[in-house]
Nanobody, 121 residues
Framework: QVQLVESGGGLVQAGGSLRLSCAAS????????MGWYRQAPGKQRELVAT???????NYADSVKGRFTISRDNAKNTALLQMNSLKPEDTAVYYC???????????????WGQGTQVTVSS
């Protein structure tokens, strides 16, 4: 079983910054991918950013140049630094981890509970 704990959401004015953190724990053999998704009211969940175990990153076009994702493989944590925030970034942000847990070693996607990010204009 893998547990994810997210932190760092909140309310910020447009142009401000927030940093989200996601920590994975439990019987983890390996984590191949860590990432963040978001869902705004009335919209589908969308990819924000992902990072592989090797450090390769992928970003949604809407956040490129403003958001930076990073991870600490030793601590099984991922950080999302969000700068120059815009009102359209307002959403619930979910951490996603693709891991191989013990004892099954079956690759499985896990989701955090979500953290609210609100950007006021």
């Amino acid at each position: 079983q893998v547990q994810l704990v997210e932190s760092g959401g909140g309310l910020v004015q447009a142009g401000g910054s927030l940093r989200l953190s996601c920590a994975a724990s439990g019987s983890i053999f390996s984590i191949s991918l860590m990432g963040w998704y978001r869902q705004a009211p009335g919209k589908q969940r969308e990819l924000v950013a992902t990072v592989t175990s090797g450090g390769s990153t992928n970003y949604a076009d809407s956040v490129k140049g403003r958001f930076t994702i990073s991870r600490d493989n030793a601590k099984n944590t991922a950080l999302l630094q969000m700068n120059s925030l815009k009102p359209e970034d307002t959403a619930v942000y979910y951490c996603n981890v693709r891991a191989r847990p013990r004892p099954t070693y079956i690759t499985t996607d896990y989701w955090g509970q979500g953290t609210q990010v609100t950007v006021s204009s």
